[in-house]
């Protein structure tokens, strides 16, 4: 452990005199989880910059790419990943990401040849339920995918669970490949293997842990994304900040300022190095708890991601998928669980307007205030995280420090008192 330890601050000084002198240079760090899992961080330059994941769970360790342009070598890194076996590929996507990026990614599949086919499905949450899952098994079938095929997700968070979903049980389970084009499923959905559809009573009530065999990632797709996507892409991207350090927080926060008055910043190596981050803090996690164990209730447990996930999935179901983006009602739950930690004497003042003016930043917030209370507390009932039918809240005791509460410990008053602060502020703020 010792040599790991200080091998990685060797590599770390290593990489920080390379980039002051501006070198074309390739380093690779190394870190030791606290449960034995190594995962790689890698960058060479204006070229790659690259993670490696590996899970004890898992039989393939897979990597994350993130370049500019990687579009065009889709075909060849799917190859790498896949191997020589691999026949024909089903491309998932919907109708508006592939008018833009499809016929780049087929030409480049074709060009490692690859039989291509492809499935489109419709926009938004309403459209992952089961009837769509069958409808895409039944087109893998038709389409003569076997069991040493893949399918490749192109496009946003709904796109890539539903493919990974269908890839994990066509035949038992095939590889897939995740091509995120929107910031959400860039810094969040494409990386840990969660995949899902919906049922009428509640989001992601079904679905499986399915890994994919690559992760590759071309920021210029932030370039097409509508505004409000991106708005809320970010919120997402507090939210992880907010229950993985102060320093992410942080560098988040001071991009966003950025970003706030140059537009430019959104194609920048220094966008690039911060998804890249928060891909190394999601996969962390993701290696050290894949399956999200109900006995973890750790600051490093999988289940910190939920945070403000209890009452974005509320206001989603309450509202039926209509009003909200997902980040956007995260945006919402991030708010509450922050009035519901201070209320709990857990996080002080700071640190909730801490979180305040990092959602504000991300940009407009659709109003909530106007949702019935009560519907969104019967909505809790249904949450998945329930353990012994109690919600399992996750809170923050400062910026970077999660903790989980058992629900029975927050009386229903003190609940409805933080969901109306942490609505109505947002209402009044943003
Ligand atoms: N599996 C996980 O771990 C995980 C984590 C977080 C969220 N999610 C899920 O992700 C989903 C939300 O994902 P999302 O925010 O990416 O939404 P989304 O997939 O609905 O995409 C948003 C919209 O943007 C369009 N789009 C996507 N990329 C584009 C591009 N580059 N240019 C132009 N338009 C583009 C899409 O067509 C869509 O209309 C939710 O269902 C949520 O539950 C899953
Ligand atoms: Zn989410």
């Known amino acids: 452990m010792l040599q790991f330890v200080r091998l990685k601050r060797f590599v770390s000084v290593a990489a920080v005199i390379y980039q002051r002198a501006g070198l074309q240079v390739h380093f690779e760090s190394t870190f030791l989880s606290a449960v034995g899992v190594m995962y790689t961080t890698r960058r060479s330059f204006d070229q790659v910059q690259r993670l490696r994941v590996r899970t004890k769970a898992l039989q393939h360790d897979y990597e994350i790419k993130i370049s500019r342009g990687i579009l065009d070598n889709i075909g060849e890194e799917a190859r790498a990943c896949l191997g020589g076996h691999a026949r024909r590929i089903a491309v998932i996507s919907n109708q508006k990401v592939f008018d833009i990026y499809g016929r780049r990614t087929i030409r480049s599949l074709d060009a490692s040849d690859f039989l291509v086919c492809r499935w489109l499905i419709g926009y938004g949450e309403r459209f992952i339920f089961l009837r769509t899952a069958e409808q895409t098994l039944a087109f893998l079938c038709k389409s003569g ?55 009428s009573l509640g989001k992601n009530l079904v679905g499986s842990f399915h890994q994919p065999r690559a992760v590759l990632l ?31 927080f942080q560098q988040t926060t001071a991009f966003l300022n950025q970003l706030s008055s140059n537009k430019s910043a959104l194609v920048s190596p220094k966008l690039e190095a911060l998804i890249a981050s ?86 407009p917030l659709p109003r909530a205030h106007d949702i019935d209370e009560t519907a969104i507390m019967n909505s809790f009932v249904r949450d998945k995280k329930s353990v012994g039918g109690h919600i399992q809240w996750v809170l923050l005791e400062r910026i970077g420090r999660a903790r989980i509460v058992d629900g029975k410990e927050i009386t229903p008053r003190l609940l409805r008192v933080s969901l109306r602060a942490g609505l109505r502020t947002a209402q009044g703020d943003y």
Do not use: M
């Open 145 to 199: 995918l076997e069991r040493t095929d893949a399918v490749l997700a192109l496009g946003g968070g709904v796109v890539g669970d539903l493919a990974g979903f269908v890839a994990s049980v066509y035949l038992r389970g095939i590889a897939f490949v995740q091509v995120p084009t929107t910031l959400l499923a860039q810094i969040d959905s494409s990386v840990g293997g969660k995949t899902g559809v919906n049922l």
């Open 278 to 363: 928060h891909c190394a803090f999601k996969a962390a996690i993701v290696a050290g708890d894949e399956r999200e164990a109900a006995g973890r209730k750790d600051h490093r447990s999988r289940r910190v991601l939920n945070f403000g996930h209890t009452v974005g999935h509320a206001l989603e179901a309450t509202t039926r998928y209509r009003r909200f983006r997902h980040g956007d009602a995260v945006g919402h739950g991030v708010v509450v669980a922050g009035e519901l930690s201070k209320n709990l004497g857990l996080l002080d003042a700071s640190g909730l307007e801490s979180l305040r003016e990092g959602v504000r930043l991300c940009g």
């Open 218 to 248: 071309d920021i210029e797709t932030l370039t097409t994304l509508p505004a409000r996507e991106l708005v809320a892409g970010w919120r997402e991207v507090i939210k992880q900040g907010a229950v993985a350090s102060h320093k992410l």
